[in-house]
């Protein structure tokens, strides 16, 4: 007969309407999950909100990219673990980990202005330019790649020595 799912479902699944497909049941402990990574943003999530979130995923599905709302709060499937690989779906039990990743933190970064940091590299760039163009450019790079939207505080600081 007719079997109707839903169109985030099918789109994880890459699977089209009007198909014909194979189901066949299968045993829980065949596709029980060993760890599932949520990532969310913009939201706090306390202890006592991911204690009870992972009570409520024992024994459901999950699928990669999957979004669930709790208490308010939404929160996506970025990754799935079983027998060591990754997986596109599995199933939730009481032994699988349940791993939270933030996309929105505070991060305060603290950078010495020094004489060496005028100083020159091997390939004749300052460290000062190498800390800016380099690894800062990275950073926002990769937070851009994984839809972050962490507050970055820098602060520039230096020390000085005087005699008397």
């Given amino acids: 007969g007719p079997l109707s799912i839903s169109q985030e479902v099918a789109h994880a699944f890459n699977l089209s309407g009007l198909r014909e497909v194979c189901i066949r049941r299968v045993d829980k402990d065949e596709v029980a999950l060993d760890l599932v990574e949520f990532r969310f943003k913009d939201q706090g999530l306390s202890r006592s909100d991911m ?4 009570n409520s995923l024992i024994d459901k599905g999950m699928y990669i990219s999957r979004k669930l709302l709790f208490a308010g709060m939404l929160l996506k499937v970025s990754g799935l673990w079983a027998k060591g690989e ?7 039990t009481d032994s ?10 505070q991060f305060f970064l603290f950078i010495q202005v020094s004489s060496e940091i005028w100083e020159f590299d091997p390939n004749g760039d300052t460290y000062f330019d190498k800390a ?8 926002f ?3 851009k790649d994984k ?3 962490h507050q970055l505080t820098l602060i520039f600081f230096a020390r ?3 005699r008397n």
């Fill in 96 to 105: 699988t980990r349940i791993v939270f990743r933030s996309a929105s933190s």
């Fill in 141 to 143: 790079s990769v937070w």
């Fill in 51 to 54: 204690w009870r979130f992972t």
């Fill in 132 to 139: 800016v163009d380099g690894f800062l450019k990275d950073l």
């Fill in 86 to 92: 990754t997986v596109k779906s599995g199933v939730v």
């Fill in 147 to 149: 839809e972050c939207n």
């Fill in 160 to 162: 000085k020595y005087s």
